[in-house]
Each structure stands twice: as C-alpha cells, then as structure tokens.
C-alpha cells in the first residue's frame, strides 16, 4: 500500500506541478485512501530526498509541493 500511496502522490504532484499540502491530502481522503498528515509526510520525506520534488514553506500550517523537472540529457 505504502509503494502505490508514494507513486499516487507523486503522480498528482507531477499533474499539478504546484499543491499544497493540505490540498493533496484532502485529494488523497476523496480518492479512497486512507492518510493522515503523518503518513503523507514520511511520503513527501522520500520523494524530497529522491529529489524528485520540492517542499517549501507558505505559511504558519501550509507548505507548498513542487515538481522537480528530471534534467535534460546531453546527446553524446
């Protein structure tokens, strides 16, 4: 279940490009699953050291997610 909740939430951090945290864990609750904000960030902790995605600060209890593009590749 944990493998599926972190490729859902990242998928849905990759459409948005842009979400708050509060947001993805209501889309998270509508979508069936069932989360809490302990859960959803011990997610959002793995993805951020993959560096697939960016977490930031927005206000007192809000954080912003971000996708990260992967870089581009050189020709050779």
């Known amino acids: ?3 599926l909740l972190k490729n859902y939430v990242y998928e849905k951090i990759k459409q948005a490009r842009s979400i708050t945290d509060v947001d993805l864990l209501n889309e ?9 904000m302990s859960m959803l960030n011990k997610v959002l902790l793995k993805l951020e050291i993959l560096g697939l995605i960016s977490v930031s600060w927005v206000g007192k209890d ?4 971000e996708f990260i593009e992967p ?3 050189q020709p050779t």
Do not use: A, S, W
């Open 28 to 36: 998270l609750v509508k979508n069936g699953f069932d989360v809490n």
């Open 71 to 73: 870089p581009q590749q």
């Open 1 to 3: 279940m944990r493998f």
């Open 62 to 65: 809000k954080r912003r997610i």
